[in-house]
């Protein structure tokens, strides 16, 4: 036969302003755990049922040199170390068990640091039932009468359900029970006593408002995260999966039966709800069916023992509750085949893994790495927690890391889609867990700030309501008598009508007596009923006019109620308007701030371009002011320089003119006053020398540069104060240079002598000199004297600028009238040519002095000597 498949349906999109817009921040409550000890430290007091506060250990002020801080957390209820299971289940997961049986989706997990007590919260203990059990007992007392048969819901791999008719249901019970080895109806089954008294619950708790109209199926599955991977705890395997058989030699065995527990994969359905695929769903009829389900997957999980919980959860533990609800037909006999009218809901309860630092656990291998993939996934969750608020908070449209942890992908769906999430942080007061209770109230803290889409309410059904009962006969139930066999019986009987003989006549007197009695009974019971039926009358009476007046007050509050819901439904509107209008104007405002802040971005990237643009403008033009500073200070130390020589050199033609007109003079004068006896013999070359030299009563303008050979007579000679006094000198004498024989001789004291210039001599002087020799026209050597001033340039090196040479040349006396004669005498001034003419003819040796050159003023001198006149 075919079946009729029905899937969780998608939730239905409304248009904005309805009642999923709505939305509702996740509710955190805090419980706090007894102390171990009595005189242990505390470091969490609570203050009132919503605030909590942290003090700092005395020990880890100490170590903090002595900072010491207390901090108040705030939660939606602070739950104390006497708070008992009933009062935290009323609280905290009533309200999603009564949402569950309302189509409505909730999750509901435990968080804190490990031996925080998240187990024995969601658990339990013997004699005392934690949230699970409480919450699977609330169900079954709420559908306990309305449930389904078993496998008329079966669930598939798609994460929906299929439905089937009675008689496939039936056919399925019968399968399932000629199996070889049948599971026992959960009504002959025994409760294991290992648990038996975590589900026994004194307090009888239900679900208001059930719809009887409707029936119910409840299927339970159980997984657990271990180092990021999905395991089914429900799983049936030959072998333990955790725990492989070991033979005698301590090696494992080789057995084809054993097949290890497999991952699970984690998939979307069509509606794009996150489920795990082939993940085994066990449907239970009872409170004490579904638990032994849940403790032979508790069995499976993977717990150890470590240094600060002796039973400590390696592992997330997810327990999903999936509630399937499908309306009655029209008859109210079977279950209504439309997919459309069918709702899944689900809760999921999960026991997360406590956070632990190695350092106190003291972890080592497997432990070590089952702690860092806890403290992974918690840490994902947390990042995704500061994702949703900074997005929800902030306009944000940032990408929350689902996919980085397999935790945080399988419950997506809650925090993108619709329905309840409650976290109870579970906090242990001991010092010792100071630091860690603290990141754990920060991450509560946070995620009070997350908001979650608040869930719609599901379609109403269209067919008529109460139509489970309403062809059920209505009449005596079982052996009840009916009220006319009652009021039969209380008749006297009859007494015998037979007449056996004729003048019997005791028979029909006594018959009369009996129907006059019967008569009188039957009237007074009319009378009876005449009164009673009366005073009901006046009682329907009474009670119409009661109902009649309630209505009519109640049509009355009825329409002040709606006259209250039009004016409030104006007001919203109005408001609605009002709130269209202002979101208006922020996002003109926000489009208005962009702008300016575009523009504000673009002036100061202007700004600082221009300020950058005007530093290097006062950086290229203090560079210029220096460059052209140090220009002019070259240039005016060069004209000083040039203007010193020129006035130099002035001067010394000038004492040289003066020089030259004293000697005429002295030379006059000693003409005409010596007496003319005998006529002066030729005076030789040397001889000549000598009268020149012992006739020069003044100095010789020769300058320094120039002095006497050694083996020469001394001569007093004149010596002009240079301008290059205390100025070290470079003499640069060529190798190739000859010595020659002359009285005249370059000589410059504290000179530097060198071969070839070099950079090291030129660094250490101010003065350069160098002797060229060359051959002259008349084939004596002429010695030039080529001097210059030393510069430092700005590269670091030297320069030489050239400014005079001196010339000193070797001539034959025979030679000199031709030469002479070949000259152009200057022209002397003040008619001295006479005078000079009559003066050569007595003087053997004259000084010819010329001034200038082409590289600037400078001197040469000739030694001739001079051929006296006929």
């Known amino acids: 036969m075919k079946s009729a498949r029905a899937k969780t349906p998608r939730k239905p999109i409304v248009k904005k302003g309805s009642q999923t817009n709505l939305k509702d921040p996740v509710g955190v409550y805090c419980r706090v755990r007894p102390l171990g000890f009595p005189d242990q430290e505390c470091c969490i007091e609570v203050i009132n049922n919503t605030t909590v506060q942290l003090h700092t250990p005395e020990g880890y002020r100490l170590n903090r040199n002595g900072d010491y801080k207390e901090t108040q957390y705030s939660f939606k209820q602070v739950f104390g170390t006497h708070t008992t299971q009933k009062e935290l289940f009323d609280v905290v997961a009533n309200p999603l068990v009564n949402d569950l049986i309302h189509g409505k989706n909730g999750l509901l997990f435990t968080y804190g640091v490990t031996g925080s007590g998240k187990t024995h919260t969601m658990t339990g203990s013997p004699g005392e039932g934690g949230l699970l059990p409480r919450c699977l007992d609330m169900i079954f007392n709420s559908i306990g009468s309305f449930q389904a048969k078993r496998y008329v819901f079966k669930s598939n791999d798609r994460n929906s359900m299929d439905i089937q008719c009675e008689v496939d249901a039936l056919l399925e019970r019968q399968k399932r029970e000629a199996m070889p080895n049948p599971k026992t109806s959960s009504s002959k089954r025994q409760v294991d006593p290992e648990f038996a008294d975590m589900i026994t619950v004194q307090e009888f708790c239900k679900a208001e408002e059930v719809d009887e109209d409707s029936v119910y199926g409840v299927f339970v599955s159980y997984i657990e995260i271990y180092n990021n991977y999905i395991y089914d705890l429900l799983e049936e395997v030959p072998f333990d999966p955790i725990k492989p058989k070991w033979n005698s030699c301590s090696t494992p065995m080789r057995n084809t039966d054993f097949v290890p527990p497999q991952s699970k994969l984690l998939r979307e359905d069509k509606n794009h709800n996150m489920y795990v695929a082939g993940c085994t769903e066990v449907e239970v009829k009872s409170t004490e069916e579904a638990f032994e389900v849940f403790w032979r997957g508790q069995k499976k999980r993977r717990i150890a023992n470590t240094h600060l919980n002796r039973e400590s959860s390696r592992s997330h533990s997810v327990f999903n509750i999936k509630l399937v609800q499908a309306p009655l037909d029209a008859d109210g006999d079977n279950v209504l085949q439309e997919k459309e009218q069918i709702t899944i809901s689900q809760l999921s309860l999960v026991d997360l893994a406590g956070s632990e630092r190695t350092n106190r656990t003291r972890a080592e291998g497997n432990r070590l790495r089952e702690a860092g993939n806890i403290n992974q996934s918690l840490m994902t969750l947390r990042t995704c927690m500061d994702v949703l608020r900074e997005n929800q908070m902030y306009g944000t449209n940032k990408m929350v890391p689902y996919r980085d942890s397999k935790l945080t992908h399988l419950f997506k769906n809650y925090f993108d889609g619709e329905g309840k999430v409650r976290m109870i942080v579970c906090v242990n007061p001991k010092a010792e867990d100071y630091e860690e209770n603290l990141q754990v109230m920060r991450f509560a803290e946070v995620t009070q700030e997350v908001e979650v889409a608040r869930p719609v309410d599901k379609a109403i059904c269209g067919l008529t309501p109460g139509r489970r009962y309403r062809n059920q006969p209505r009449g005596p139930v079982g052996n009840e008598p009916l009220v006319t066999d009652v009021v039969l019986q209380s008749f006297p009987p009859l007494p015998s009508c037979e007449i056996l003989d004729i003048n019997d006549e005791q028979t029909l007197p006594r018959l009369i007596e009996a129907l006059e009695k019967r008569h009188h009974l039957r009237q007074m019971m009319i009378d009876e009923f005449n009164k009673q039926s009366n005073a009901f009358k006046a009682l329907l009476q009474e009670f119409d006019n009661a109902v009649l007046s309630k209505e009519n007050h109640m049509q009355g509050k009825l329409n002040e109620k709606e006259k209250m819901i039009s004016g409030q439904k104006l007001e919203i509107e109005r408001l609605e308007k009002k709130n269209k209008t202002l979101e208006y104007k922020i996002e003109i405002l926000e489009k208005t701030t962009t702008i300016y802040e575009e523009d504000k971005r673009n002036l100061q990237q202007e700004l600082e371009t221009q300020n950058q643009k005007l530093q290097r403008q006062f950086s290229d033009k203090r560079r210029l002011e220096a460059r052209l500073q140090g220009m002019v200070t070259e240039t005016t130390m060069k004209w000083e320089k040039e203007c010193e020589r020129r006035v130099a050199a002035k001067q010394l033609e000038m004492q040289n003119k003066l ?160 030469r002479r004669s070949s000259t152009v005498a200057p022209a002397q001034p003040d008619g001295a040519e006479s005078e000079w003419t009559d003066v050569e003819t007595r003087c053997s040796v004259a000084v010819e002095m010329r001034a200038g050159s082409q590289l600037g003023p400078g001197y040469q001198h000739h030694a001739q000597p001079k051929r006296k006149k006929p």
């Open 659 to 818: 020089w030259v007109k004293d000697e005429k003079l002295k030379q006059l004068k000693a003409i005409v006053t010596e007496p003319k006896t005998e006529k002066p013999e030729r005076p030789s070359r040397e001889r000549d020398r000598e009268k020149v030299t012992q006739r020069s009563a003044s100095p010789s303008p020769v300058p320094l540069l120039f002095q006497p050979d050694q083996n020469a007579p001394p001569i007093r000679l004149r010596h002009r104060r240079s301008r290059s006094a205390g100025d070290r000198w470079v003499d640069h004498k060529p190798a190739s240079n000859m010595q020659t024989e002359t009285v005249m001789q370059p000589h410059v004291p504290h000179a530097i002598t060198v071969s070839v210039a070099n950079e090291k001599a030129l660094a250490k002087c101010e003065k350069y000199m160098l002797t060229h020799q060359e051959l002259a026209s008349d084939g004596e050597i002429e010695t030039k004297l080529i001097k210059g001033d030393i510069y430092k340039t700005r590269g670091g090196g030297q320069s030489v600028q050239f400014t005079d040479i001196e010339t000193l040349k070797q001539e034959s006396p025979n030679g000199s009238r031709k």
